[in-house]
């Protein structure tokens, strides 16, 4: 409880806390903010910005704003999702390389270290060009599969040192199980990595959506922010004029993205004070 | 030297994974990949190149998996990724051997400088840590931090060639082509803006990590020793702080170039580059598998090569690893 409120004190955390809390409510409430059905190609097709339609018409006639709009769901939802596949996966083989040594943590290890070392977004296209199917989970999967090493490359180390602190020692003494151990001591003292993972996590997740979309290996029909870039890359957006189509998209990917760095940021300033303002 | 033998295991051991995952994909992924690979080359490369896919994705090979993938592995190792049915009759390797230079030349140069630059920019930031600069350049780096690569790309393309035409929107020199001095003039004009795309967005990373490292190692007993000590601060924030601050960079090295290589691809890709990544696009765009597995091994490799540098200067830097 202590560290929440030392989080919601932090100003970092606060703006953080209110942009995500605005992309929510976008996305929630899509269908009552966005004036259009995204899908309704009835408008003239490549139109400028007007009161009518205030970032234009796509080329098959589509309201540009609407689609945003609705985009926001695919988008932040990708980005949660991620980050909590990714949090877990990260947290059950860093958790079990540090707390097993010997033969786990060496196998373990090296896992994490060949999937920290292969770049990300290639194997993310080599996997998904192979898909039969390229929807949301398709996306989802791929990213997850190609982003947990990081995370299990932090935690290792921190249970490492935890495991030999004092009051572990204590509850082996006692005579606890591992699973008692893992869970009520070590677990708890994690608690702020565990949290900036999932936060970084989730930034990954939004950018290699957007990456991955945007070059055409997701599902072009769906309405993210990624494909409403691809369809601006697509159709010309720039030189028809229509800047706000591309302008827009992005800069919602990169507001959002900035919104848990800073929480993530704010985090890690609680859990290494050393960080924290003299 | 048992840090260096580590990291060498490390590198068979990913390239490998990098080889495996080339053969399993195409194989055993629902829908038969393999199979319409086959399917679309019909007819479009000799009967020849036809029979050499089909044996090297096993297609209508009777050949126990095993034999397939011993094969395989020594084909990746000699070289022999066989013809790209985009650029038919190109092999794949002439492909890779046209395209390469250009991506090497861009993103080593700018992973370089925004290393350099974001780790200046952050030992400054966390010693001035109250200064207007360095308040202002901690939301900025976040911010960057944040913002898509190729986007940003698109944006500089609209904003920056195609507005104000100061720069070429696209290709790597111009195609009048010119000679000598001025073919390298060209190249290094049409360089320009998707190497400061690179740059600005790798800069902040580096940036925020040597901001908090600096900050963690201010704090400690040594730091307040040199200034009970009465050492200049030029010393203390160069000698003392940042020599220790640096390190984790090194150990960061590994995720961090791959965020640049992934980030450069869609770039180059932005800006018709005619490199690694433009070919990637190609590939992906006409599925053309074994120009893309070929990259995928190529692009692990290089940045396999690149962690490697890291980790041995990463001896030289820190005497600690030298036992």
């Given amino acids: 409880m202590n560290y929440l409120k030392l989080f919601f004190k932090d100003k970092k955390a606060a703006v953080g806390t209110i942009m995500l809390l605005f992309f929510a409510v976008l996305a929630i409430f899509a269908p009552y903010i966005a004036p259009y059905s995204p899908t309704y190609m009835g408008f003239t097709p490549m139109e400028g910005s007007s009161w009518r339609h205030i970032l234009g018409t796509t080329a098959n006639g589509q309201d540009v704003f609407s689609q945003i709009i609705w985009g926001t769901r695919i988008s932040l939802a990708v980005g949660l999702i991620v980050g909590l596949l990714t949090t877990v996966i990260s947290v059950v083989i860093g958790f079990l390389a540090g707390y097993f040594p010997g033969a786990i943590d060496e196998t373990l290890n090296l896992l994490t270290n060949v999937f920290l070392i292969i770049p990300g977004l290639p194997l993310m296209i080599v996997l998904a060009a192979y898909m039969p199917s390229r929807g949301m989970w398709t996306i989802i999967f791929v990213i997850t599969v190609t982003g947990w090493a990081w995370g299990a490359r932090v935690l290792r180390p921190q249970v490492m040192s935890l495991k030999n602190r004092e009051f572990v020692n204590a509850s082996v003494v006692v005579g606890e199980s591992s699973f008692h151990i893992i869970f009520y001591d070590i677990l708890p003292n994690t608690a702020g990595l565990i949290a900036a993972n999932f936060f970084g996590s989730a930034i990954y997740g939004v950018l290699s959506e957007a990456g991955l979309e945007f070059i055409g290996l997701g599902n072009a029909n769906a309405i993210s922010w990624g494909t409403v870039l691809y369809w601006a890359q697509n159709d010309q957006a720039l030189f028809f004029g229509l800047w706000g189509w591309l302008l827009v998209p992005g800069l919602l990917i990169a507001l959002l993205g900035t919104s848990f760095a800073l929480m993530n940021f704010a985090v890690d300033e609680i859990t290494n004070p050393r960080l924290r303002k003299r | ?323």
């Fill in chain 2, 1 to 323: 030297m048992k840090y260096i033998l580590r990291k060498i295991l490390i590198f068979i051991v990913t390239l490998w994974v990098a080889m495996t995952i080339n053969f399993i994909l195409p194989r055993m992924m629902p829908g038969n990949p393999a199979e319409a690979l086959i399917a679309r080359a019909h007819g479009r490369v000799s009967a020849q190149a036809l029979h050499s896919l089909e044996v090297a994705f096993g297609v209508n090979v009777h050949q126990n998996i095993f034999v397939q993938y011993i094969e395989y592995l020594e084909r990746t190792i000699t070289g022999n990724f066989g013809v790209s049915i985009t650029y038919y009759p190109s092999t794949v390797m002439y492909e890779i051997e046209i395209h390469m230079p250009w991506t090497l030349a861009l993103i080593g140069i700018t992973t370089v400088l925004a290393f350099v630059f974001g780790t200046i920019l952050g030992i400054s930031t966390a010693w001035k840590r109250e200064s207007l600069a360095s308040t202002f350049s901690l939301p900025v780096s976040i911010f960057f931090n944040s913002v898509p690569y190729f986007w940003l790309a698109l944006l500089f393309q609209y904003l920056l060639a195609f507005i104000l035409g100061w720069f070429p929107i696209s290709g790597a020199f111009s195609a009048t082509g010119p000679q000598g001095i001025a073919l390298i003039g060209s190249i290094l004009y049409h360089a320009i803006l998707p190497a400061s795309t690179i740059f600005v967005t790798a800069l902040g990373g580096w940036v925020l990590t040597m901001r908090n490292n600096m900050i963690s190692v201010l704090s400690e007993d040594f730091v307040s020793f040199a200034y009970a000590g009465g050492l200049p601060d030029n010393v203390i924030e160069y000698n003392y702080v940042a020599r220790n601050a640096i390190l984790p960079n090194f150990t960061g090295f590994a995720m961090a170039i791959g965020f640049v290589v992934s980030g450069a691809l869609l770039v180059e890709m932005v800006f018709s580059y005619p490199g690694i990544g433009y070919l990637l696009y190609q590939s992906v765009v006409n599925l053309d598998y074994p120009l893309m597995q070929a990259l995928f091994f190529f692009i692990t490799m290089t940045v396999l090569i690149a962690n490697f540098i890291a980790d041995m200067t990463y001896v030289f830097v820190d005497p600690r690893v030298r036992v």
